[in-house]
């Protein structure tokens, strides 16, 4: 005869009561760090400084993002738990000569939302969060200038570790100016496919900035006013002539048709990725439904599928 075993504590008539009483699963200490990424540029061209010509962006914010985990206590390996991901490795060593420390024993778990090769800034993103992870793990706060210091010596990035629009200088990691007003934004994008080298393009954009400099010295300064005023109708036709300057040199091949059917889907702008393979429409205010079902159907009429994210800081 079967006998049933019933815990005293736990009556079997009442599951409620029985998983509420259930061990729970250990939290495990964890240090993070996040960064957000971008959707291209709203401007790239060339800005001047100490005599010498360099590539200026203001980048569009994204809700998209790069998570670094520190695990202490477990055990790690750089190599093992970093693979492919040698850029991060070199943060941490430059990190930990910067401010004279000794990584404890634990482990690294890396985790993104921004595919490479594409324009989100995905690598200066996972360095940012690398920096802010170990920030957490030694209780620091790493100075911007240590920062921009520390990502100069690894590669060109983004102002993906600030919270505003600013012009920025991608080689010399150096913020020119930064923007009080932002402006949120909306953009249904779509990825041309392939990637992007950022740092094989360096040479041909200088190239093309010196031979279009008055042009582009004339785009700045619109571009300028108009982020100083946040004006979000004039920052996204800012965004518009820098995709039409940059189709010289990193051509985008959708640019022309969504130029000429901007207006009847209600854009107030184009952007791209000037150095990778995304290009969409600006809108200034959310598009409704109908409006988004319209955009739907045109680029799935190019054979593409659309994305709609909110950006800005």
Excluded at 231 to 258: F, G, M, N, Y
Aim: charge should be neutral.
């Amino acid at each position: 005869m079967l006998q049933r075993y019933e815990s005293k504590d736990v009556p079997n008539r009442d599951p409620a009561a029985a998983a509420a009483l259930a061990p729970q699963a250990a939290l495990r200490a964890a240090y993070s760090g996040v960064c957000h990424g971008t959707l291209g540029e709203l401007w790239q061209g060339p800005c001047e400084l100490g005599g010498e010509l360099h590539i200026g962006l203001i980048s569009l914010p994204v809700r998209r993002y790069s998570w670094m985990h520190f695990l202490p206590g477990e055990d790690g390996e750089l190599a093992r738990d970093l693979a492919g991901k040698d850029k991060c490795r070199r943060a941490i060593e430059a990190y930990l000569q910067l401010h004279g420390k000794t990584l404890p024993p634990g482990r690294f778990s890396h985790d993104s939302e921004l595919p490479t090769g594409k324009g989100m800034a995905s690598s200066t993103a996972d360095l940012v969060a690398t920096v802010r992870c170990l920030d957490r793990v030694f209780g620091l706060s790493t100075r911007l200038d240590e920062l921009t210091g520390l990502l100069r010596g690894i590669e060109r990035s983004d102002s993906v570790f600030l919270d505003r629009y600013a012009l920025y200088l991608s080689g010399r990691q150096q913020v020119l100016r930064e923007f009080g007003s932002a402006p949120r934004l909306y953009a249904c994008y779509i990825d041309e496919g392939g990637t992007v080298e950022t740092e094989k393009l360096a040479e041909p954009l200088l190239r093309h900035y010196r031979r279009h400099h008055s042009s582009y010295q004339i785009h700045l300064e619109l571009a300028l006013e108009a982020f100083e005023q946040g004006d979000a109708r004039a920052i996204c036709e800012v965004a518009t002539r820098s995709a039409q300057l940059a189709q010289w040199v990193t051509p985008k091949t959708h640019l022309d048709i969504l130029l000429r059917h901007r207006r009847e889907l209600g854009a107030d702008g184009v952007v791209v990725a000037h150095t990778g393979s995304l290009i969409g429409y600006l809108f200034a205010q959310r598009p409704e439904p109908a409006r988004l079902g319209e955009l739907s159907a045109f680029f799935a009429g190019l054979g593409r599928q659309c994305r709609l994210i909110e950006t800005g800081p």
